[in-house]
């Protein structure tokens, strides 16, 4: 199963299955998570929501992989059994820290998109600027694509 699809279907049981909301929202109390937060539905259509969900995602992963632990190890047959199918979903090392790279490489993008969002009109001198900074950065960025993380640095230190 492909990045995308696990994290759409742990997300799609994180929000959907009450339970695991509340329990998600205790573990992050047990954690000293300062706000806390629920996850946000991925919608394929709108690049920008899938971001944040994956964003949000990232920034809960430690509260996600202890309530995948506390539910797998409850003495409750249903709750264990969500904590088993957590499990299943669940992203292993290297597709967290993929994803946690793809959040910081499409970050610029979504703060192009909602200064742009945000406007009443768009001016051509918005444009072209962000058109070409963005241009820019991805001609200039290393092109060792091993070296995702460093590209990724590149990419922000620019902006």
């Not at 709108?46 to 539910?71: E, H, M, P």
């Not at 597709?95 to 192009?112: G, H, K, T």
């Amino acid at each position: 199963m492909q990045i995308f699809q696990k994290s759409r279907e742990t997300l799609k049981l994180l929000i959907l299955h009450e339970v695991i909301v509340e329990r998600l929202e205790q573990v992050q109390r047990k954690l000293g998570y300062r706000d806390i937060l629920r996850c946000i539905q991925d919608v394929s259509t709108r690049w920008n929501l899938s971001y944040y969900a994956w964003d949000r995602l990232f920034f809960l992963k430690d509260a996600i992989i202890q309530l995948q632990t506390d539910l797998s190890t409850s003495t409750d047959w249903e709750i264990k059994k969500d904590g088993n199918r957590l499990k299943r979903l669940l992203l292993n090392d290297d597709e967290w820290e993929l994803l946690d790279q793809l959040v910081d490489l499409l970050m610029p993008f979504e703060e192009a998109t909602r200064e742009f969002s945000g406007n009443s009109y768009i001016a051509l001198s918005q444009v072209i600027p962000t058109k070409e900074m963005i241009f820019d950065l991805a001609t200039e960025a290393p092109l060792n694509s091993d070296d995702f993380q460093m590209r990724t640095l590149y990419l922000n230190q620019k902006l």
